[in-house]
């Protein structure tokens, strides 16, 4: 995996794949390449498949050699799964003959199996990659059927595992084949030609009007139009998707980098997410739920499951339906949900919690709670992704593409989102009047304000705190409560994009380990948000300063007594502690970030991840 581009019309080819792949850079980057149709005097059709170790720079430098008369081609920026960063790993990936290349995402299961059993049969590899045995099965194949989308669907009846995949081959110029089988490919028709891509973002220059690729669908791109089929070869008629998006939010817009600037987005994400969600009667108004109330009443157990930051905003949301609904919640990380046997009934309710709505242990836990009866609902940042469609109901969480692998704003969003369902089931169980729904949901809006003066008022003292954490080699964060699962992110967040080693802990269990850790000038950075157990964390907090640490303190504006204890304190406004989770992350990503920079990190791509993992 990561990107993949592909365009087939009448301009030039080249310009536009690295336009598409420098769009999508932001999900992998250790190498890059493209296939381009080249026409040879005698007018025979070839294949030129050029990479690159490094970013699409690298690429767009060799590329500056190559003529602009290709008008078909496709490409892909690469996140090694199988097979070192090297230039024999990257992608496009050509067969034997090499008349046929193909770009890849996902991870083919059994291509060891496919491997020895192609490499019997003559064929010759050049690559560690799981994605090579596809081009040489779809060469195989088109011997057989002389038609590519046909080669292409035979091969994938030989694949065991997830592919969103496009093909080229020499014999069919200008045309592309695709496929996808749990791995996202969108595809759009503009006014000069076909394209496909991974990922909406490429395509939004040319077109706004988008076919999502269902799983086990295929589709030939050629100049002059799309067509598309499902498994048996049949001719369909895809859903197609408007994209309302500006490709402004895919820029800068004056900041350093997205990540500065997505986390400035923040109080936008917050009303943009609440906007329309409750109703004149005082009712929550959610038009995508996909559950009657009835239904939701009958809602014994609830299941968060999500990966990274996303599995953060499950432990808040835990706090607030057990605090709100009265049900009992879990929070699980999708990747071990699946493997074991939960519990799970018709009256089980299964939160999915996924930026892309693509991440692949997160839909492969859905799909198996699906299978044993339960009520999914998904949280995600993307229309049409595959954890929306495979959702009984979803909560979009507005905060539009988010470029930096960091996840800030989308991690805002889905706290919002996850509030808004836990207020919703409070209010479905009986346990939240209609006033308390309006009087709740009035502040979480405030939220939007709240962090727009943090980012005004408390960047000076971030960047102080920075400088206090940016040699240190490692850091520790503790919080109870709320402030616990906020630690959790702020500690994740600092080690992304710093490379800096930090843990969390709730702040009760220092004594069972963590505070051996702690020596002179050890940093700790402790959430003492005003809460019932503010003066717990400055209990703790006082065992660590007496063992010489330094201290920073995320604090309520006011609370001066803070000032005692630590080194330097971070002050957010006054807010419901049950809304601390939005204000207080602000500030932690800031700090995460200044200590990158500091150390001269690249916090947009920070090394070895990839914005969406869509394989194990």
């Not at 791109?221 to 070869?233: H, K, M, S, V």
């Not at 071990?336 to 996924?354: D, G, K």
């Not at 609902?377 to 049409?384: E, K, L, P, R």
């Amino acid at each position: 995996m990561c990107g993949i581009v592909g365009y087939t019309g009448t301009d030039t080819a080249k310009d536009i794949l690295l336009a598409g792949l420098k769009r999508l850079e932001y999900r992998g980057y250790d190498s890059a390449g493209v296939a381009l149709e080249r026409t040879d005097p005698a007018g025979e059709t070839h294949l030129d498949v050029i990479r690159r170790v490094g970013k699409v720079a690298g690429l767009e430098s060799e590329l500056e050699h190559v003529d602009d008369e290709s008008t078909c081609g496709i490409g892909h920026t690469r996140w090694a799964t199988h097979g070192r960063p090297s230039v024999a790993n990257a992608h496009p990936h050509a067969c034997c003959g090499g008349n046929i290349a193909v770009v890849h995402n996902g991870i083919i299961e059994n291509f060891a199996e496919l491997r020895d059993e192609l490499t019997a049969r003559g064929h010759v590899f050049g690559s560690e990659t799981d994605t090579e045995v596809l081009a040489h099965l779809v060469e195989e194949a088109y011997a057989q059927t002389h038609e590519l989308v046909a080669a292409v669907r035979k091969a994938c009846e030989c694949v065991v595992g997830a592919y969103g995949l496009a093909a080229v081959c020499a014999d069919e110029p200008g045309v592309i084949a695709v496929a996808r089988k749990d791995s996202p490919i969108v595809i759009g028709r503009g006014e000069h030609g076909s394209y496909v891509a991974s990922d909406i973002i490429a395509l939004i220059d040319a077109t706004r009007d988008v076919v999502v690729l269902e799983d086990g669908q295929f589709a030939r791109l050629a100049p002059e139009g799309i067509t598309y089929t499902d498994a048996q070869g049949e001719l369909i008629e895809p859903e197609v998707t408007h994209i309302d998006w500006d490709i402004d939010m895919a820029e800068k817009g004056g900041y350093p980098d997205f990540m500065l600037k997505e986390i400035c987005e923040q109080p936008r994400v917050v009303r943009d997410t609440l906007v329309g969600r409750l109703a004149p009667s005082g009712e929550l108004d959610i038009d995508e739920l996909g559950l009657t109330f009835e239904e939701l009443d009958l809602i014994d157990r609830v299941y968060v499951i999500a990966c990274g930051t996303s599995y953060h905003a499950g432990l808040v949301a835990k706090n607030l339906i057990e605090g709100w609904a009265r049900i009992p919640c879990e929070v699980e990380a999708a990747s071990e949900f699946r493997y074991r046997n939960p519990i799970i009934t018709p009256s089980t309710l299964v939160v999915a919690v996924s930026q892309s709505g693509e991440t692949a242990d997160t839909l492969a836990a859905i799909r198996d709670a699906r299978i044993k009866g339960a009520k999914v609902f998904g949280i995600t940042n993307v229309v049409g992704s595959p954890v929306a469609r495979e959702s009984d109901g979803v909560i979009y969480t507005k905060a539009n593409k988010e470029i930096a692998v960091a996840s800030t704003k989308s991690f805002i969003g889905q706290i919002v989102s996850l509030t808004l369902l836990a207020m919703l089931l409070g209010q479905v169980k009986g346990k939240l009047t209609t006033g308390q729904v309006r009087m709740l949901f009035r502040e979480l809006g405030d939220t939007a304000a709240q962090i727009q003066y943090i980012l005004d008022s408390q960047r000076e003292a971030v960047h102080e705190a920075a400088l206090a954490c940016k040699d240190a080699p490692s850091a520790l964060f503790v919080g109870r409560g709320m402030g616990a699962a906020i630690s959790y992110e702020g500690a994740l967040k600092l080690k992304e994009v710093s490379y800096l080693h930090a843990e969390a802990y709730a702040a009760g269990e220092m004594k069972h380990g963590p505070i051996a850790l702690i020596d002179p000038g050890f940093p700790v950075i402790a959430v003492t948000t005003k809460s019932p157990v503010y003066d717990k964390v400055v209990s703790n907090l006082k065992e660590c300063e007496a063992r010489g640490a330094k201290i920073i303190a995320l604090a309520t504006e006011g609370d001066e007594d803070i000032k005692q204890i630590a080194d330097h304190v971070i002050y957010i406004p006054p807010v419901r502690d049950a809304f601390s989770a939005i204000t207080a992350s602000v500030p932690l990503q800031l700090l995460a970030r200044d200590v990158a920079v500091m150390r001269g990190c690249d916090v947009d791509q920070p090394r070895n991840l990839a914005k969406s993992v869509t394989v194990e």
